[in-house]
């Protein structure tokens, strides 16, 4: 015989809204744990100050000011930039900088930026790791200018109580970009180019025979 519903036997009044407590339930306990992860991150007030520091680094790069970029960072930072090329120590940075951005036979007239945090940083005492993304676009002395996605990774750490860069590592997708996308439609004009011209030397040479 079928075991009575001792729930649906009971009265209306009395009956377990079973569903509505699981979900009060859920709400209460994940508040909780928020409540709980927000007072125990110890890191609340290193987390701001990581923060202040990637902003100022964008809007050093935005200003065209590599000085305070370089206020950013430790005397000592390893830069590995997007061609490639590694900086080391600030004064590496500034030179890098000079002969790439808006100095005299610089390839660039300017370049912007603007970055955006991937996670929360990890902190191991007074070292840091965190990395994100950026939108870049460039402006080129002898062409357009052009867009590139990024991403980057730093090391940070705390230098008289201030956190500052110790190493940066810019990275972009060399298989698909818009360069890349541009080189390919130039091969296409290219070859249709050689295409076309190539039929009309031989109609050329035809007319020639024929006359």
């Known amino acids: 015989m079928r075991s009575p519903d001792l729930a649906a036997a009971a009265p209306i009044h009395l009956r377990p809204h079973w569903r509505r407590w699981l979900v009060a339930l859920t709400v209460i306990a994940n508040l909780t744990i928020g409540a709980a992860w927000a007072d125990d991150d110890s890191h609340a007030g290193d987390r701001k100050q990581l923060l202040t520091l990637m902003k100022e680094v964008e809007a050093g790069i935005n200003a065209q000011d590599a000085k305070r970029l370089t206020a950013m960072m430790a005397d000592d930072v390893t830069v590995i930039w997007l061609n490639a090329e590694v900086s080391r120590g600030k004064d590496e940075v500034l030179a890098y900088y000079a002969r790439m951005v808006g100095g005299e036979g610089a390839i660039l007239k300017k370049y912007v930026t603007q970055v955006s945090l991937d996670a929360p940083a990890r902190f191991y005492g007074d070292a840091a790791i965190a990395e994100g993304k950026a939108a870049d676009e460039f402006f ?8 590139l996605d990024s991403h980057w990774s730093t ?5 008289d109580g201030e956190w500052r860069i110790a190493s940066l590592h810019l990275s972009a997708n060399v298989f698909t970009n818009p360069l890349m996308a541009e080189a390919q439609q130039w091969i296409w004009y ?18 020639l025979r024929k006359s």
């Open 155 to 159: 090391t940070l750490r705390k230098v």
């Open 190 to 207: 290219a070859g249709a180019g050689g295409l076309v011209a190539g039929a009309l030397v031989v109609f050329l040479l035809l007319r």
């Open 140 to 147: 080129p002395q002898a062409r357009s200018p052009f867009r």
